[in-house]
Each structure stands twice: as C-alpha cells, then as structure tokens.
C-alpha cells in the first residue's frame, strides 16, 4: 500500500544495482562452494577472464555490443509503455537484411556497402516488429504475446531460408558462404593499429562505435526532441498523451520501429564483424538478455552500457571459467548468468525497501527529487 | 456539538512534528490534540504540510523529529500498519481500491483472517452489515468497486477503515471529488461517527463544510500551526484572514461583462459512450468574446463528455462545434491542432489528464504545446527556453516551490492545478475550456485564480466554466447554462439566476428562457 520507495539518484543508480550484483555473486559463490570448488578462485578467474588481458577486454566488448543494440531495443520500447520480447526476432530478420547487402554487394567498396547494411538491417528489423506493433496499435492484440510469437516465426523462416534458398552450394550445414572481403566490419586493432595504438586481434569491431553511437542516439530522440517527449507522455499517461493531441497508437508504431530497427543492427557486429556469413541462430540469445540488460541499465543509454558490459563480461568470463574449472561447466555458467539476471532484473526492488528505510533513518531528507525513470505510471 | 471540558486524554496529540523534504520544511515543530469523540478540522493554504501531517499520522512518511501520542500513550508509526493497529484509519483523496474487486473483497483485502477466503468474508460480511447499520454507511457489498459512484466508493473507504478497528478517521481533502449532494451525505456520516464516539480529522479547502461539521480548527501556514480556535468562536472570514494571513475576497470581483463577437458555435452536439448510450443529446450553445459562461448540473449529466469533445478528447457523433469559421467536428481536428485554433483546455482531472506524474514541473508545463516553435531549436527540444517559460509560469501564477526541475507529484494538489492553469492561459488561447478550476485549491489561490479567469474575459477571450462548485458558478458566471441528463435544460443570465431556480433546472425541470 505504501507509495514506491524512492531512493537518492546516486543510490538509485550506483547502490541499488551493486548490491543487487554482489548479492547474484553471493549466491553464484555458495552454488559453486557446493559442486566443490573455491567461489573465490572462480570469481577470479572469471574477472580475470572478462578484463584480464587485451584479448579477454576485446570479447568481453564484442558481446557487450550486440547487448547495447538488444538492451537499447528493449528501452526504448519500454518508454512508449511497450515491452518488446521480440528483439531477438528483430535480431534475428534485421540481421538477414544486412546479410544479404552483404552477399550481394559486397564487392562494392567498404564505405558504400557500410551504410547500406547498417539500413538494411534497421529496415528489416524495423518490419519484422512493425506487424506486432501495427496488430497492437489498430486491432489491441498484446504486443507481449505478438512479438514472442513473432520469434518463433522468425526463427522457422530463417532455417528455411538457410536450409532452402541461401545455403552455400554443395555444403551440409545451413549457412551461406562467406562474405566479400570488402563486407568485413575492421577490427578494432585494425582501427587503432592505424592510429599507433598496438592492440590484439579480436572480433571487437567497428560496429561497437556504432552500438556507442546508437545509445547516443537513442538519449537524444527520448530526451532531446518532441518525438521522443511525446512517446515518454504516451508510455506513462496515455489519457494525458490524447489530452495532448499525442496519438498513442501512432507513438506505438514509431517506437516499434525505432525498437526494431536498434535490434535488427545486431548483424553490424555478429555478422560483419565476426562470423562474416549468415548462419542459424547467430542472435544466440542476445535479444532475451537485451530484456535484463534494459531492466538492470534502468531503461537509461548509459546504464545499458554498463549493463551491457557487466554481462559481455559474464559471457566471456564465463567461458574462461568453465575453461578452467573442471567441475564448471557451460550449464554452471548459465546458472550464474541467469542468478544476475534474477536479482538485477526481475528480484531487483528486493533490496529497495531495506535500502530505503535506512535512508529514511539516517538523512534528514529521505525523498528524492529525481525518481527513477523507470516505467509508466499506475 | 460536543462538549470539550472532557478530562479524558485527547485521542491524538502531536508533539513537535517536524519535517523537511530536501530544502522544503513542510511541517515545523507542529504541536496540536485532538480531543475524543470530536471532529477536527485542518485547513491551510496549498503547501502548508496539511498532507505531509496527515501521511506521518498514517505512517505513510516518518517525522524527523516529534512524538504522536494516542489516548495519552506514546506511539512509534512507522508504516500504516503500526497506524491501523494504533486505531488510526485514513481515506485518500485518490482511492485505494482494487477497481475489479466487489466491495466486500476490497474491505476484507489485507485482513482475510486465514488462508481460506470463504470463511473471511462471512464473518466480515456479517461484522459488516452491523457497522453499516450503526453509521448508516448502506453500500451494496457485492458489487464491483468500479461500478460504484465516487460517492459511494469514499463509502467502502470509510468502512474499510472502520472495519479494521479504526477509531479516528484522517480524511484528507474527502469532498474534493465529491458532488455538493455527496458531500451532505458524507458529513452526516461524519456526525453519526462522532455521536458513537468516533475521532475524525478532517482536511478541507471548503470554510463552509469547516464551520458545518467541525467542532475545533487547525490552521497551518508555512508548516506551522498559527491558530487553533472552536468553531464556534470563529467565521468563515476570519479563518480565510488566518490561513492566508490577509483579508480575503471570498467573493469575485469582476465588472459586468462586454460581450463581443460569437467566438464558439456549438450546433445539435451528440455525444455517445463507448456502449453507446448518448451522453450528450443535442446540444446547442454559443460563446462570446468577453463573456464567462457557466455550466452547472449535478455531476455525471453530460457536462465532462461536453467537456471532452469540444477539447477534441471525444469524438461527437453528431453535430457542429465552429470556431474561426471552420468546423472542428467535420475536420476532425485533434486536440493538438485545436489548441493551433486557440481553444485551449483545463482538464477536469489534473491527474489524470492533465499532468504526467512521472515528469518534472518543466516536463509538465509544456504539455500540449510540446511542438510549439517557441521550444524547438535546431530540431530539437530547447531546454533553456523550456525551463525559462516554466521559471516564468511559476512565478507568474506563484506555484511554491518555484523549481523547475521538481517531480510534478512532489508539488500539493493547489500547485499543480496553478502550473496546469498557467501552462493552459499562457497559451493566449481564444477561448478557454475550464473544467474545476479550483478543485483542491486553497482560498488564497482561488481568489487569484478567480482573478486570472476574469482578467482573461476582460482582454476578450471566451470562457466556459464547468463546475460542481454551484458558488463559482454564481461568482464567475455572466450567463449559466444548465444541464440534466445530457440536455441543457435552460439558460440564465447572471442576474436572474438564484441558486434556487439553477436547483430547480438541475434536478431537471425545464426553465424559462431556453436558449
Ligand atoms: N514527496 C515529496 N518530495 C518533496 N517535496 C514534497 C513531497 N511531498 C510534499 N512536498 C512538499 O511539502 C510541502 C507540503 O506539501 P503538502 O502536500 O503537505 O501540502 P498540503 O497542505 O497538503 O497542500 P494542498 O492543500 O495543496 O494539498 C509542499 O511544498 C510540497 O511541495
Ligand atoms: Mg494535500
């Protein structure tokens, strides 16, 4: 029955999430101390995994980019009053239209094909969510429900399209053949190796500038235009939104978009970048953890970043760690992921009473000005 | 009236309440009782802490400092729940129902008594029938909450907390949503809770309901208490020169009216709900340059869905609404492209409608004129321009505290409806569609606010007021239209109109004069 409790800003975005984080390790360190070995060596070798050496700082990046494009997705929905489980979908379709720039443009010169494949991948994104949106918008069908069936009908059409028509000739397994040269996303020690800067080669590419760019972007469409003034009205008060001559349908159509379009730019560095053909299920997930990640960044471009970073990090120490640890293995990885996942994302109020009531104990003003800009009003 | 030479201990006392929200102190080292079996009156101007109090009270917010006892005993509240267990019980202005629930699950809800419900609500259903006999509070338990009147849902409130052994009864602000009918039924409640010994606390705007039904006054500036009296001992004037501390014009001052050139032509308007059943049926009325039309009717005849469609919120399924010459219906213009006309709108329900509770004050003052070019630079948003205008409308209209960049919902309701006022006058708008302009506001403010709506109809705008207020209708009103079940049943000038004839024409019978 008590109204929400609101925190200072800096504890609501530097406390709250920490603790939240130290409380999945916590919880990952007893399951690890059960299977028998030493929470502290894990941890360790996990950070040491994600931030150890160049090459371990370059995967850890190069996952945490197609997890900026999914989160961003996810956010920017989140502000029309949307929740969007379709970005692995949107990946997924999105991925295909850059894919295929590539494929058929590819002896093009890099500077002409990158920004046909950046479109092409917003485009197809933008179309695979535009149904889910539109069957909302005119017809009310819950977008929930659209987008996660809309998943699955990506995921049947890709293997179709892979197994049938853009298959490699005369090649067993459902992917394409490899993209021209001139269709490669460069590397980022490519990158800064032309700029002095010595640093290994791993598959973190350009496209992680572009993710920076996107999340810059997004910050200025919410809070900077009257575009994006309009779609927080609509998420958060649509009566107030028509009061305003906003339309919410229309608001719900422009966000889908722009959703779909950030989730379909995830081929820019899954396939450009690294994999340099189309495969079966590249998004491998990214669109599910884009969900955490939003929810944990609390819907802000800076605090996707982080969370973006925090579970590249997971990813790629994770792998070093199941590596390493005889008794750890990819499903133990998982687990620990999906413990994040539970008290950042889904668990994360649990420690905002607590951690309010002491700020109610200790200062004198216990009441932000600033709530978080979390989702739509009640 | 009860007598205070009463040795028992008060039922509340407040010692030395004190409490800052970051740089605003909204209560100061209060101190006051309460005395059993008696209804307490709070009144004070918009901001002056009267909610904050009354959330400590109810455990809602915890004081810095300062002691609440009850019945002579020290209590510690730190959640509603030590506050229901302490016999204190609260109704809010915004109502805490589960709309989709029946009644009885509402009041039963939190207090189920065990983990099988049928049992609860038996036994509650039968402890239920006897508080409703002893107060009189009939309201149907098995029907869903969001089908019940505004009325009746303060009802379920009331017993709600009734039914959790409250034995004071805060009412913060309860006649604001209610219907001048509503709010007679509700203080004779009040009075048959006192006559079985009830406490009530009661926070009000409204001098008349104060000297009605309370017995002792609380009147709170800046946070502080600065008078106490027994009701019998003071009049409306004099707590109006209390609260505000200067005299107050409790009647509007405005010259008779100048009525220039039709500004609004509303032709065989119909408009029908969602299950379309017409709410409006066919009508038709003017609006002139210089003139402050006022529509009175009882709440729920039609005046919010009339409201609603001339701002463009509604689509009419028939009729012409003209303005400048073109016909906002035929066109159907939006209410965005309506405000480009010049017709610009405060909501009947600021919360609802009028701001976004999640936005800041700067966020929330260009709602509605988001795309206005004034706010634009270079594609986008110009925040300097946005948070000048803003600084500008809360000084202009003295929205307290002047702060921008504060959330909408940390500012008392009186403040918020000055920034939506301002926000919407600002506009320069031809004609002005204002529904409850001064729900919830404190004296003070209604008398500037009064002023601001005058001084629009003087510089030749168009006003029509709606208004559940039957005194501010007869105060700001140059001519009166009447509505009763969708139709307007007859029309006033300012001169002819008595409070008698305009009941006469609410409760539906037709009067001279039809427009
Ligand atoms: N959560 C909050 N955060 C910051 N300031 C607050 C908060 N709640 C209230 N205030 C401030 O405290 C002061 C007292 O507000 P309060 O709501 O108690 O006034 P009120 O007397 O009930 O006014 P009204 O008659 O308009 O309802 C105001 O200046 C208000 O802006
Ligand atoms: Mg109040």
């Known amino acids: 029955m008590s109204p929400p409790a609101k925190l200072p800003r800096w504890a609501e975005l530097g406390l709250l999430p920490a603790i939240n984080l130290i409380a999945a390790l916590l919880l990952s360190g007893a399951i690890i101390r059960l299977i028998g070995e030493s929470p502290w060596a894990a941890l360790k070798l996990m950070a040491d995994g994600a931030f150890g050496s160049q090459e371990s700082i370059g995967y ?5 980019t197609n997890f900026i494009f999914t989160g961003l997705a996810v956010a920017v929905a989140y502000h029309a009053g949307l929740f969007n489980i379709g970005a692995e979908g949107q990946a997924y379709i999105g991925g295909l239209g850059t894919g ?50 809309f998943n699955f009908i990506a995921s049947a059409l890709m293997t179709w399209l892979l197994v049938n028509v853009l298959i490699r000739p005369g090649q067993q397994s459902p992917e394409t053949r490899e993209f021209a040269p001139n269709a490669f996303m460069p590397g980022l020690h490519t990158l800064l190796g032309k700029i002095g800067i010595p640093f290994t080669s791993t598959p973190l590419n350009l496209a992680f500038l572009l993710a920076l760019a996107a999340a810059a972007l997004v910050w200025v469409l919410l809070w900077r235009t009257r575009w994006g003034y309009a779609l927080r009205v609509a998420g958060r008060n649509p009566a107030a939104a028509v009061y305003a001559g906003i339309r919410p349908p229309r608001v719900t159509l ?21 994999q340099h053909r189309i495969l079966l299920d590249f998004p491998g997930g990214a669109g599910f953890v884009g969900i955490a990640v939003a929810l944990m960044g609390r819907n802000q471009p800076v605090g996707i970043f982080l969370a973006a970073v925090l579970f590249g990090a997971l990813v790629q120490g994770g792998s070093q760690l199941s590596f390493d640890m005889p008794h750890v293995n990819r499903d133990m990885v998982v687990v620990i992921q999906g413990l994040v996942i539970l008290l950042c994302g889904a668990m994360e109020n649990v420690f905002r009473g607590p951690l309010s009531r002491l700020f109610a104990g200790k200062t004198r003003s216990p009441k932000s000005e600033i709530r978080n800009d979390g989702g739509p009003d009640a | 009236m009860v007598e205070e030479i ?28 309460v005395a059993a079996g008696t209804v307490h009156g709070v009144i004070g101007e918009n901001g002056a802490g009267k909610s904050t109090l009354m959330n400590i009270i109810y455990g809602f917010h915890r004081a810095d400092a300062g002691e609440i006892r009850v019945h002579g005993k020290p209590v510690e509240i730190h959640s509603p729940q030590d506050a229901i267990a302490a016999g204190i019980g609260m109704v809010h202005q915004h109502f805490m129902l589960v709309e989709n629930f029946t009644v009885l699950e509402n009041i039963v809800l939190g207090v189920e008594g065990g983990p099988r419900l049928a049992g609860g609500l038996a036994s509650a259903r039968a402890g239920l029938e006897q508080l409703a006999r002893d107060y009189g509070l009939d309201v149907p338990l098995d029907t869903v909450v969001s089908e019940l009147p505004v009325g009746l849902q303060q009802r379920v409130e009331i017993l709600k907390a009734l039914h959790r052994g409250a034995d004071l009864l805060i009412l913060d602000e309860p006649t604001a949503v209610l219907t001048p009918q509503e709010a007679d039924q509700l203080f004779k409640m009040l009075g048959r809770l006192r006559a079985q010994g009830k406490t009530v606390i009661l926070v009000t705007h409204k001098l008349r309901e104060i000297m009605a039904v309370t017995d002792r006054v609380t009147v709170m500036r800046q946070g502080a208490v600065v008078a106490e009296v027994a009701t019998r001992a003071t009049s409306s004037r004099d707590l109006a020169e209390k609260m505000v501390g200067r005299a107050v014009l409790l009647q509007v001052e405005k010259g008779p009216a100048q009525p220039g050139a039709t500004l609004l032509t509303v032709r065989d308007l119909e408009v029908t709900d969602r299950l379309g059943v017409p709410r409006v049926k066919g009508v038709s009325f003017t609006l002139r340059a210089g003139e402050i039309v006022g529509l009175a009717g009882v709440a729920g005849n039609g005046q919010s869905e009339l409201l609603e469609a001339l701002a463009g919120i509604r689509a009419p399924s028939r009729g012409e609404i003209v303005l400048g010459g073109r016909d906002l219906v035929r066109e159907g213009l939006d209410p965005r492209a309506r405000r480009h006309l010049g017709l610009a709108h405060v909501p009947e329900d600021r919360l609802r409608m009028g701001v976004v509770t999640g936005f800041s004050a700067q966020d929330n003052a260009i709602l509605g004129y988001h795309d206005l070019p004034a706010y634009q630079r270079g594609g986008l948003l110009n925040r300097a321009a946005i948070l000048g205008g803003c600084e500008r409308k809360m000084a202009a209209y003295d929205v307290r505290p002047p702060n921008p960049h504060l959330r909408i919902a940390a500012f008392s309701g009186g403040n918020q409806q000055k920034l939506v006022l301002a926000r919407e006058i600002d506009s320069d708008p031809r004609v002005l569609l204002v529904g409850q302009p001064t729900r919830g506001v404190d004296i003070g403010a209604i008398e500037f606010i009064h002023q601001k709506l005058v001084a629009l109809r003087d510089a030749g705008k168009a006003l029509l007021l709606v208004s559940v207020e039957l005194d501010e209708i007869l105060g700001l009103a140059d001519r009166i239209l009447v509505m009763n079940a969708g139709e307007i049943v007859g029309e006033l000038a300012r001169a002819e109109a008595t409070e008698e004839k305009i009941g006469l024409m609410m409760a539906g019978v037709k009067g001279e004069g039809r427009a």
């Not at chain 1, 494949?117 to 949106?133: C, D, E, N, T």
């Open chain 1, 254 to 274: 422009g966000a889908m978009l722009l959703s779909g379009a950030l989730a379909g730019s995830l081929g820019l560095n899954e396939l450009m970048g690294s």
């Open chain 2, 6 to 33: 009463n040795s028992l201990p008060p039922a509340l006392e407040l010692r030395g309440i004190d409490k800052r929200f970051g740089a605003v102190h909204a209560n100061r080292d209060l101190s006051f009782a």
């Open chain 1, 60 to 64: 850890t990046f190069y996952y945490a």
């Open chain 1, 100 to 149: 295929l720039v590539c494929l058929w443009l590819g002896a093009w010169p890099f500077w002409a094909v990158l920004p046909l494949a950046i479109l092409a991948g917003a485009l197809f994104g933008a179309a695979w969510a535009f149904i889910p949106a539109w069957l909302q918008a005119r017809r009310g069908s819950h977008i929930v429900i659209t987008t996660i069936m």
